[in-house]
């Protein structure tokens, strides 16, 4: 017995040598591991400080609200706070989607997307309110956003200047909107994306019928501003949509047209 304990003991030793060298080793490994990832994440994370995408810059618009009624304060606040979420959002895609797409990424992707959601929740407050005082003008200037870059970078496209074109004061005669022609604009359409283009296509003409029907309705009513601010201004709010997604469908199977933005705006003819 004597002579088979130290065998035995030399065969544990052994044993808890291997264990401890494989232990050492897997020591080793996962520091080796763990370095070369927190190098990794330090370079990736110097690539974003010198990507900078910069920042989103909105109007504040409670500045501007008039006194706002009991009954619509809740609902006002709360699309305040959907607006600073909106803007939030835009700042995070700016980060993930840095270095994306050409020039005009930023403008298409980002800012006209945030700007239609301004557009539609600065809609309600203004709704909110009118329903017991009288509903706020003009508000919709107050939707396009643009972009602090970093870096001295350039900044996004300016959106183009409103049309003031309004009736003369004391002028009876309501006049109608001309607005640019779309279709002619655009180009192949492809035909899975016909029928989707041809209804925003109608939807168009509806809305400059709807906007005529309103001069009509309205004349006389309001100040030298009461048209673009009334009609013409939310009528371009509604073909900036209507056609955003025209080119948001053909885009899905070709290329996407771009510049389109620019026949949003329509003129008032006396």
Do not use: H, W
């Not at 994440?41 to 706002?68: E, H, W």
């Not at 895609?93 to 403008?107: C, H, K």
């Not at 959106?159 to 604009?185: E, L």
């Amino acid at each position: 017995m004597s002579r088979a304990l130290p065998k035995y003991n030399k065969r544990r030793v052994v044993v808890i040598g291997g264990a401890s060298a494989m232990v050492l080793s897997a020591a080793v490994i996962a520091g080796s591991a763990l370095a070369g990832e927190t190098s990794k994440s330090s370079g990736q994370n110097a690539t974003t400080k010198a990507a900078s995408p910069g920042t989103v810059n909105c109007p504040a618009v409670a500045p501007s609200l008039p006194a706002i009624p009991a009954s619509a304060k809740a609902e006002v606040d709360r699309n305040l706070t959907l607006l600073n979420t909106q803007i939030a959002e835009a700042n995070k895609r700016l980060v993930d989607t840095v270095g994306q797409g050409g020039a005009n990424f930023v403008q298409n992707a980002i800012l006209g997307p945030l700007k239609d959601k301004r557009v539609a929740t600065i809609n309600r407050i203004a709704t909110a309110i009118g329903r017991t005082a009288a509903k706020p003008v003009g508000l919709d200037s107050l939707a396009p956003c643009k972009l602090n870059a970093a870096g001295g970078g350039a900044a996004a496209t300016p959106s183009a200047p409103a049309n003031t074109a309004a009736p003369a004061a004391g002028s009876g005669a309501a006049g109608t909107i001309s607005c640019p022609d779309v279709a002619s604009r655009l180009p192949a359409i492809p035909a899975s994306a016909k029928a989707e283009v041809d209804r925003n296509l109608a939807l168009l003409n509806t809305q400059i019928n709807e906007a005529n029907t309103r001069l009509v309705n309205t004349v006389g009513q309001g100040g030298p501003n009461f048209v673009q601010n009334a009609i013409l201004g939310p009528l371009a709010d509604k073909r900036v949509a209507t056609i955003d997604r025209i080119a948001i469908s053909i885009g899905r199977t070709a290329a996407k047209p771009q510049g389109l933005g620019t026949l949003a705006t329509c003129t008032l003819n006396k």
